[in-house]
T-cell receptor
Framework: AQTVTQSQPEMSVQEAETVTLSCTYD???????LFWYKQPPSRQMILVIR??????QNATENRFSVNFQKAAKSFSLKISDSQLGDAAMYFC??????????FGKGTRLHILP | DAGVIQSPRHEVTEMGQEVTLRCKPI?????LFWYRQTMMRGLELLIY????????DSGMPEDRFSAKMPNASFSTLKIQPSEPRDSAVYFC???????????FGDGTRLSIL
């Protein structure tokens, strides 16, 4: 069975600094997708970044980037130049080719002014 | 320790038919969320309840969609009439309160022919 683990329930970072949120997963499949979602107080789930497992290059979206280590089954999210608006709950998610998606329990990120 | 239970796991039906998705949240959780997952749009929040009361249904796409939570242990998401573009995976999640991490069900894969 696939599992997704986010080992940091909460994290804090100083504004303008860089923070890395960790995520590990377990699967026997070789073809899948990985996602990071941001959930602000509005409760909407916002897709931050997406990575296809067959791509070796790490995905990047502006200040957000991932460190995808397929062999280690690790998918960490790096947020550079943290801003107050980045404060939210962040979910790591795994999805296989059958569209089955599994979420981690989330990491609450606090941005300190 | 039962998690969030969704039924059915898969639903295939013809367009125009009524579809009812069901969710049993974790006992003691006061917040319940309905999401829709598609590859194009990612995960979208449709509606969430707090203490059985709908708090925000701005994500419900059309009047064809309705959700109820008659008691703390049961919720339904209904689509009537269904259309092919409603095909997606629908997730239910619950949390102890709005600020706590959400626990996701396994989802219902809906296919409208």
């Amino acid at each position: 069975a696939q599992t997704v683990t986010q080992s940091q329930p909460e994290m804090s970072v100083q504004e303008a600094e860089t923070v890395t949120l960790s995520c590990t997963y377990d699967t026997s499949e070789s073809d899948y997708y990985l996602f990071w979602y941001k959930q602000p107080p509005s409760r909407q789930m916002i897709l931050v970044i997406r990575q296809e497992a067959y791509k070796q290059q790490n995905a990047t979206e502006n200040r957000f980037s991932v460190n995808f280590q397929k062999a280690a089954k690790s998918f960490s999210l790096k947020i550079s130049d943290s801003q107050l608006g980045d404060a939210a709950m962040y979910f790591c998610a795994f999805m296989n080719r059958d569209d089955k998606i599994i979420f981690g329990k989330g990491t609450r990120l606090h941005i300190l002014p | 320790d039962a998690g969030v239970i969704q039924s059915p796991r898969h639903e295939v039906t013809e367009m125009g038919q009524e579809v009812t998705l069901r969710c049993k949240p974790i006992s003691g959780h006061n917040s319940l969320f309905w999401y829709r997952q598609t590859m194009m749009r990612g995960l979208e929040l449709l509606i969430y309840f707090n203490n059985n009361v709908p708090i925000d249904d701005s994500g419900m796409p059309e009047d064809r969609f309705s959700a109820k939570m008659p008691n703390a242990s049961f919720s339904t998401l209904k689509i009537q009439p269904s259309e092919p573009r409603d095909s997606a995976v629908y997730f239910c999640a619950s949390s102890p309160d709005r600020e706590q991490p959400q626990h996701f069900g396994d989802g219902t894969r809906l296919s409208i022919l």
